[in-house]
């Protein structure tokens, strides 16, 4: 895990809602760097989106899971975006919206070529489960640069903790290779100044902001 404060210059406060997308053919030019954040449900997504950004309503929030249920397009500088991806799990969410984001995700992943770096949200009171470890795994193929944020850390109690990073890192042993990992809060805002030097870094070797 890193200790490390991101770069006084970088900033992630500036985002601005630009649109929601459907389909991968509604989403902005394929120009310029983006960050994917994906998640279950349940993990606390938009609450980690709004916490990196220093914004309290930016992602929206709600005690029912899966509110996020298109692509969510934010711009924090010129042609530097941030991607809110559908949660997976899809809590009361139908068989045929479901069977839309399982086909067109994939597509995204697969074809978007600003795509830089992906954040996956996980509750860190959960082992990973399988749609999570398939994310990593696809990462990992695709030389895809991956940041595992365990939110909700605040929960956790020093030796659940240590039990949380033992077993995450025995998921992703086997995909290790441009994979980082940290213990995150929205809550307590645990982890933020980590999480924006990793994504710094990502954006960075891109040309900068």
């Known amino acids: 895990m890193s200790t490390l404060e991101p770069p006084q210059a970088f900033t992630l406060a500036t985002a601005e809602f630009v649109k929601e997308a459907h389909l991968l053919s509604q989403m902005p030019p394929d120009t310029g760097a983006e960050i994917a954040i994906a998640g279950r449900s349940n993990a606390g997504k938009s609450s980690v989106i709004n916490t990196l950004c220093n914004r309290r309503k930016l ?10 249920q298109q692509f969510v397009v934010y711009e924090f500088a010129a042609n530097r975006r941030i991607i809110d991806l559908p949660g997976f799990g899809f809590a009361k969410v139908s068989k045929t919206k479901r069977d839309h984001w399982s086909h067109e995700i994939p597509r995204y992943l697969e074809r978007r070529h600003s795509l830089i770096g992906l954040i996956l949200v996980v509750d860190s009171r959960h082992r990973l489960k399988e749609q ?7 990462c990992a193929s695709a030389d895809l640069p991956i940041l595992l944020l365990l939110n909700k850390s605040d929960k956790l109690n020093q030796q659940q903790t240590a039990a949380a990073l033992r077993n995450l890192e025995r998921d992703v042993e086997r995909s290790a290779t441009g994979l980082s990992m940290q213990l995150f809060s929205a809550t307590a805002r645990r982890g933020v100044d980590a999480a924006l030097s990793v994504i710094a870094g990502w954006f960075e070797a891109h040309g900068g902001q």
């Open 132 to 138: 999570e470890l398939e994310i990593v795994g696809w």
């Open 59 to 68: 992602a929206r929030t709600s005690r029912t899971p899966g509110r996020t």
